[in-house]
């Protein structure tokens, strides 16, 4: 199933394999609630070798100050460590750390089995939104890289509620950063580039630490439908490369779109200079749009599950319209949604057009819902379909 084809067109539901009652998901968007927060990370890494948290490895752990991370996991990576600092110091609250086996190899780097593991223990962990593996950066081989951060990808495109935030190669050559965002295919990524500078760090570290407290940030500031880029990187001394405006053009245009720039300004400092992600679907090309969808998909599956197992009538329609359309008139009150008035800024359609016998003989009701992000001004319809099993998505 699929929110937006790639030539823009609703691909119909069509899976009916649910089995247990409940609210499941499939990897399509939906519908934020009320205090819903975004901006939580979690991050893998690497226990570095000889660590003594053994008892850790394995077991998300949720972090609210930087200190604690030191008194928990300081044996952790190099790379893993900054990337948590970064966070903080950026407008972090809440991450989550998850430690992978780091020892019997030469250098601390992580594998496809370790990390695919590490992934189906986050399926469980509904309280993230953003993923960040900065220790796949430390694998010597361009080829395990892209193996380890397509994993990461297809971990967030399946769960539908969260979203990859990828680091580039550590590398001068403009082509090879292209290369690389070609070869990755996802909706819910982006990558950014170049590597970055910090205090008592002789060499240059991955960003995405320091990208991942920005989205929080953002989230807490403005609203995660807007797009978290034009932030000044706190705790950056450098850049490992300095991009020009015509690089910007390479790396964000010419290379897909994209990959988002880190940026030094004259007088303003280094800044975040993008907001793409890595889909080739035209809807899905914007941060904020994609991230706004997941955050919807998070509200439905809070929100939703009350009407299991109510008679599938009329009456059943009218409140599940009524519930959406409260909540999506609160996304148009945010800014999230274009228009001059609710009516432009978004449809909810549950009736019996779209909840014939048939639909109805199976034990579910379809909602048809249309919204019309801030960028771009396009209508991204989802359906609801709420059966004996559950709320699912087409």
């Known amino acids: 199933m699929s929110l937006l084809s790639p030539n823009g067109f609703v691909q119909p539901f069509n899976d009916f394999s649910l089995t247990a009652p409940g609210v499941s998901r499939s990897a399509i ?14 991050f893998l890494g690497l226990a570095a070798e000889g ?6 490895i394995g077991q998300p752990q949720a972090l609210t100050l930087w200190p604690q991370f030191l008194r928990q996991f300081g044996a952790a990576s190099l790379f893993l460590t900054q990337a948590v600092q970064g966070f903080f110091e950026n407008g972090g609250q809440l991450c989550y750390i998850l430690l992978l086996w780091g020892e019997g190899e030469p250098t601390p780097s992580l594998t496809v089995e370790r990390l695919r593991q590490g992934l189906q223990t986050l399926e469980s962990l509904d309280s993230i939104d953003l993923v960040c593996v900065p220790d796949i950066m430390q694998t010597a081989s361009r080829l395990v890289m892209r193996q380890l951060q397509t994993l990461v990808l297809e971990h967030c495109d399946r769960m539908g509620d969260r979203f990859a935030i990828l680091d580039s190669y550590n590398t001068s050559n403009l082509e090879e950063l292209s290369q690389q965002r070609q070869q990755l295919i996802g909706d819910n990524g982006a990558i950014y580039a170049p590597w970055i500078m910090v205090e008592k760090v002789s060499q240059p570290i991955p960003p995405c630490g320091h990208i991942a407290g920005v989205y929080a940030r953002n989230d807490r500031e403005k609203g995660v439908h807007h797009a978290p880029a034009n932030y000044i990187l706190n705790g950056v ?3 490992s490369l300095t991009l020009r405006d015509r690089d910007w053009e390479t790396l964000n245009v010419k290379a897909g779109p994209g990959i988002n720039s880190i940026r030094s300004f004259r007088s303003r400092g280094i800044r975040v200079w993008g907001s793409r992600t890595v889909s080739s679907i035209p809807g899905w090309q914007y941060v904020s749009v994609r991230r706004l969808i997941a955050t919807i998909l998070r509200w439905a599956e809070q929100n939703l599950a009350g009407v299991a197992f109510e008679p599938n009538n009329s009456a059943l329609w009218i409140r599940l319209s009524r519930e959406i359309a409260v909540y999506c008139e609160s996304l148009w009150e945010q800014g999230a949604l274009q228009g001059e008035d609710p009516e432009a800024a ?23 819902v ?12 989802i359906s609801l379909v709420h059966g004996s099993s559950g709320v699912t998505f087409a």
Do not use: H, M
């Open 29 to 42: 968007a939906s519908l934020p609630r009320e205090g819903l927060t975004t901006g939580i990370p979690v």
């Open 51 to 56: 660590s003594t948290q053994k008892d850790l």
């Open 237 to 239: 001394l450098d850049l």
């Open 346 to 368: 978004f449809y909810v359609k549950c009736d019996a057009e779209t909840n014939p016998p048939a639909v109805r003989d199976l034990g579910q009701v379809i909602a048809e």
């Open 370 to 381: 249309g919204i019309a992000p801030t960028t771009p001004a396009e209508f991204i319809v």
